[in-house]
């Protein structure tokens, strides 16, 4: 049996939309994959959960229950539209345990399918054991400060190498904003945040008096948009929120051998950067020259390593070695995974001169050139059919100590990066 996906949806800061996200969520993803199992617990004490899914009075038997020392029975109950809750607390009495706890104490309930977690929004015990918990984490953003306030996000997930597992989703949008005359607010605001390296859906939730309104007054239930919102903007983007969470399930490993705590480091640096230094050449598998070679770096997996020169010719050889063999400067491979342009993923490979201008762009023909599929599998840490969307850059030939942070090779590589991030997506090729 898969083991069990969680999704935390949280944000440090409040009233962003995590609650009607993840009620919502809940109730499309069980719409659009009947059979899934779907459940949904709120570290929060506002109760919408409840309000949304209740079919029977509240009982003792409540999310408390999660954090006490011996393992809870019969906290989930079947709800509305076939979706399990768990019934919310007004008070939470904290674990006398480390917050990556939580993930084991989640697996050891009998749960399967889907899990959704609210969080409160604030960094507290809870809402860090489920980022640590969570197989993805969906963050709204509705401005400038909610981005700000990702960072705490992403060093949380940073201490156990997951920040590829986050991903931000501009909410209540109110897509009439301008920024000026040619940039809406929310197009801004997720240019903001690619800038700040943050993974960046391309759905967006917007702002709807509607939606509004089903939460809103003073009825004890709270509505879902699927029913009683279904000819609004927000159903539509509802509906492909819960096709991308299904994508990252069924691309999630079947195993549960990933589950294996990794222990937090407090000193965040240097421990994490080396787990995702990658020792072998991902053309060859034999151990890389750690003096010098063509460094290689996954922007969403923050893989690095180094490529042999003999087996960056073999790579350049499969694409267009006249043009990329001796060319010095940075390649950028764009990968569009299936989860995104289903049922076969996009490669390209992009050649930027050393201050970081695009040259020329190339798309290679996937089929034929498997030393590169197996190769970008390996820089970005998964086999391409399980991507979604993927950058790569391939330096020219360096040595290793040039590298090094504080040396003047290293601020060029990023500065350059980040160029060339932007202008990859200024250009829609990433
Ligand atoms: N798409 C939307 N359009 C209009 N209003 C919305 C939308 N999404 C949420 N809201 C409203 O915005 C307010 C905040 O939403 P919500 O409670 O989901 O945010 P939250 O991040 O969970 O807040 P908190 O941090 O307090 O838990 C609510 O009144 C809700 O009804
Ligand atoms: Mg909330």
Same mark, same amino acid.
């Given at each position: 049996?898969?083991?069990?996906? =969680? ?8 009233? =962003? ?20 199992? #779907? ?23 409540? =999310? ?146 509607? =939606? ?128 995104? #342009? ?89």
């Amino acid at each position: 049996m898969k083991r069990l996906f =969680v999704i935390a949806v949280a944000s440090e800061k409040g009233g =962003v939309g995590k609650t009607t996200i993840a009620t919502n969520m809940a109730v499309y993803l069980k719409a659009l994959r009947e059979d899934l199992p #779907v459940t949904i617990a709120s570290f929060d004490n506002h109760f919408s959960v409840d309000q949304m899914f209740a079919l029977v009075p509240p009982s003792e038997r409540n =999310v408390a229950a999660l954090f006490e020392e011996s393992p809870p029975t019969d906290l989930v109950r079947l709800g509305q539209y076939g979706v399990q809750y768990v019934a919310s607390s007004r008070r939470l009495q904290l674990p006398h345990h480390p917050p990556e706890w939580l993930r084991q104490r989640l697996d050891s309930m009998d749960l399967s399918g889907i899990l959704i977690l609210d969080t409160r929004p604030i960094m507290d015990w809870y809402s860090e054991a489920a980022l640590l918990a969570a197989d993805l984490v969906i963050a709204p953003v509705k401005d400038r400060a909610a981005l700000i306030n990702t960072e705490a996000l992403r060093q949380v997930l940073a201490t156990v190498g997951h920040s590829e597992r986050l991903w931000l989703l501009p909410s209540l949008v109110d897509t009439r904003a301008r920024l000026n005359a040619e940039v809406r607010v929310h197009e801004f605001l997720s240019y903001a945040a690619r800038e700040r390296d943050y993974q960046v859906l391309g759905i967006i939730i917007s702002k709807s008096p509607k =939606v509004e309104s089903l939460a809103s007054g003073f009825s004890s239930s709270v509505r879902p948009v699927l029913t009683h919102a279904r000819n609004t903007a927000v159903h539509r983007q509802f509906k492909q929120l819960a096709e991308f969470v299904l994508d990252r399930f069924d691309a999630a490993p079947v195993a549960s051998h990933d589950r294996i705590m990794t222990p937090v480091q407090n000193d965040s640096g240097p421990s994490v950067i080396r787990r995702r230094q990658v020792q072998e050449c991902p053309v060859c598998c034999l151990a890389s020259d750690v003096n010098a070679g063509h460094f290689f770096f996954s922007l969403r997996s923050r893989r690095r390593g180094y490529v042999h020169p003999g087996c960056f010719a073999k790579i350049c050889a499969a694409m267009n070695p006249e043009l990329f063999e001796n060319c010095g400067g940075v390649i950028a491979l764009t990968l569009d995974g299936p989860g995104l #342009v289903a049922p076969d993923c996009r490669l390209a490979a992009h050649l930027f001169n050393d201050n970081g201008e695009l040259l020329e762009s190339e798309t290679i023909v996937i089929e034929e050139a498997q030393t590169i599929k197996e190769s970008v599998g390996c820089m970005i840490g998964q086999p391409m059919d399980r991507a979604y969307r993927e950058l790569v850059f391939l330096n020219g030939y360096v040595e290793a100590v040039e590298l090094r942070p504080g040396r003047t090779e290293a601020g060029v590589f990023l500065k350059n990066r980040r160029k060339i991030t932007r202008e990859l997506r200024q250009a829609g090729l990433y």
